[in-house]
């Protein structure tokens, strides 16, 4: 039987390359090397956390199947579930939180993050240790209790492995440290998840390479769904770097490192074959030949998203169908862990 390989991502929005780069292209190798039973799921539950509008969530939630299925991942190959229709989800939830010290889930690190994003720019560059404690008592529960979930998400499926950045190890450490305190407490019921460390690309701002690229900047943000004319004018309106040298030097010249690691990243050439390319070459040259590869990276994209969004039913049929096989392997593991616990009956 294979491993079982858990991940998931949040429907807040347009998907941008980073995303791309940092989790999809990933997700669909890790599917298409036939070693792992895959479960990606759209994270709507964690998405709460962000305060989105009902409508909102809802056209997120649909537009991100269409992405998943666009990419490349394949019901037939691996089980994508939208994870708020998996209701055994809540009682594990439950039932790991009363193993969970509050004092740990206030020390993450991505909730001390959160918390500090909710200051105004200008405050958070000044930040208080009573200006700090203000907003986090301010903060929802959800931004607190979001590793009690995550936990619960990976642990509900036995998966032994997640694919994870270094920014996520500590919350999948929990997740671990979680399991080894039940199966302590009960008897052997959880596997420990391991990590699965992506080499993925830190892409950054078009605009300034010295902050990661976000839709909240949507000028400096090339998204899946940007039109050829948008991706074209986003690459060509870039910032670069002092002299005319294209070369890797992340230290000196990080804007044009970061669009050739772009470039890497998409045509799986090294650097170094880059750099030998366009030697000699200027920064308009370098940065035209590198918009064509983003278009034509993502045509085939585009095309089938475009074709899937006139079929929403379909898209709402085969989450539904997804939901529904996730579901059932999870009812299997709640009921083992309520007998464990001594509230079967």
């Known amino acids: 039987m294979k491993p079982i390989l858990v991940s998931g991502i949040q429907p807040t929005g347009r998907l941008h390359l ?74 594990l939830k439950w039932i790991l939180s009363t193993l969970t010290p509050v004092s740990e889930l206030l020390r993450m690190t991505a909730f001390k993050e959160k918390v500090v994003q909710a200051l105004k720019p200008s ?56 399991a080894r305190k039940f199966n302590s407490r009960f008897g052997k019921t959880f596997v420990e998840p391991q990590p699965l460390l992506t080499q993925s690309p830190r892409v950054m701002s078009l605009k300034n390479p010295e902050k990661k690229m976000s839709k909240s900047d949507p000028a400096s943000c090339l998204f899946l769904d940007d039109s050829p004319e948008e991706i074209k004018a986003k690459i060509k309106t870039a910032v670069t770097d002092s002299g005319s040298e294209i070369k890797y030097d992340p230290k000196n010249k990080p804007a044009i490192s970061n669009l050739l690691k772009i470039y890497t990243s998409l045509e799986q050439r090294t650097l170094e074959q880059l750099e030998h390319e366009f030697h000699g070459k200027t920064y308009s040259e370098f940065k035209a030949k590198l918009a064509e590869t983003i278009v034509g990276h993502l045509a085939d994209y585009r095309k089938k998203k475009k074709s899937l969004l006139e079929n929403p039913a379909l898209l709402r049929q085969t989450l539904r169908q997804g939901s529904g096989r996730a579901a059932k392997i999870a009812a299997r593991k709640i009921s083992e862990v309520k007998k464990k616990i001594g509230i079967a009956i």
């Open 18 to 91: 980073g995303n791309y780069l940092g989790a999809l292209k990933n997700f669909v190798d890790l599917q298409n090397s036939g070693k792992y039973g895959c479960y990606f799921f759209i994270a709507d539950l964690h998405a709460l956390t962000e305060n989105p509008t009902a409508k909102d969530l809802n056209v997120h939630i649909i537009n991100l199947m269409a992405d998943f299925l666009s990419i490349g991942l394949d019901p037939k190959k691996s089980i994508i579930f939208q994870q708020s229709q998996i209701e055994p989800l809540q009682e």
């Open 123 to 178: 405050e958070r560059e000044k930040i208080t240790k009573e200006k700090f404690e203000e907003v986090m008592e301010a903060s929802n529960f959800g931004l607190a209790e979001y590793p009690v979930l995550m936990a619960a998400d990976i642990l509900i499926y036995d998966a032994k492995f997640v694919p994870v950045g270094n920014d996520q190890l500590q919350h999948l450490e929990f997740a671990r440290t979680l």
